[in-house]
């Protein structure tokens, strides 16, 4: 039986953690999961951990590199890390995962929706970005208590746009606004406006389900295949996904 540990039992992780247990009701292959909140000494004991076939990160930005150290002392050769706000750690992540030959996926959101939606927004910029009377635009809204402003996925959908737009040198003269209020699992729009008219991509999600299902896909990609040492992007599980024919 895998044995899977997640560290973080906050929404994300509960989030992870039932929809593991459905999968093992319901037919698919069953895991034996633990789920771990915040550590009273400030760092998970590798012990604590079990013997994990895969970890999933889901905590904090300023526990990563402490949980991944732990992953690894643990035994841990596959990580899934789903927190954001820790690109300052990122080339310390890296080392570790390459010094001990285990490879993870990180991104910003594990949603296949959301995924989707920045092909989408790309291909949107290709035919607005040429027309000076249109001018980009990006709103997000997040639950009063997320910490990160803008979040991981505004910043990857800001970055789409700047790389792809004609008129912008970064992501700094994109209009983006940041709301944080009440309980909103997350919304993003972006948006094209000119005199006459305005065209707008609106992705909402409804609860965390969205971004378990696509945390559950990328531990089973990497668990298909030997993947090399590092961090890899969730764009190679969305592309075997859509590849895939719809079983009837």
Same mark, same amino acid.
Do not use: C
């Given at each position: 039986?895998?044995?899977?540990? $997640? ?26 999961? @633990? ?35 732990? *992953? ?21 992540? +890296?080392?570790?995962?390459? #010094? ?21 927004? +790309? ?14 635009? @990006?709103? #997000? ?19 789409? $746009? ?18 944080? *209020? ?29 971004? *378990?299902?696509?945390?559950? *896909?990328?531990?089973?990609? @990497? ?26």
């Amino acid at each position: 039986m895998q044995q899977i540990t $997640i560290l973080g039992d906050g929404s994300l992780g509960r989030a992870v953690d039932a929809a593991l247990l459905e999968r093992s009701a319901s037919g698919g292959r069953p895991a034996e999961v @633990l789920l771990l909140g915040r550590p009273r000494r400030g760092r998970h004991d590798p012990g604590d951990l079990g013997r994990p076939d895969l970890v999933i990160e889901a905590s904090r930005p300023e526990a990563v590199v402490a949980n991944v150290e732990a *992953a690894m002392a643990a035994g841990a050769r596959r990580l899934i890390v789903a927190t954001t706000g820790w690109r300052p750690a990122r080339p310390r992540v +890296e080392a570790l995962l390459r #010094e001990t030959g285990a490879a993870a996926v990180a991104a910003p959101n594990f949603s296949l929706g959301v995924a989707l939606f920045g092909r989408l927004v +790309e291909t949107a910029v290709g035919l607005f970005g040429p027309l000076d009377a249109f001018d980009p635009y @990006l709103l #997000e809204w997040h639950r009063r208590a997320k910490h990160d402003r803008p979040s991981g996925t505004a910043l990857d959908l800001a970055r789409r $746009i700047a790389d792809r737009h004609p008129r912008l040198t970064s992501t700094d003269e994109l209009e983006l606004v940041s709301i944080r *209020a009440g309980s909103s699992p997350g919304m993003h729009l972006v948006g094209f406006d000119a005199a006459g008219e305005t065209v707008e991509l609106r992705l909402t999600a409804r609860d965390r389900s969205a971004y *378990a299902a696509g945390i559950l *896909a990328t531990a089973d990609w @990497l668990e298909r295949d030997a993947r090399p040492a590092g961090l890899h992007a969730f764009d190679p599980v969305v592309d075997e996904l859509i590849a895939r024919p719809i079983a009837a």
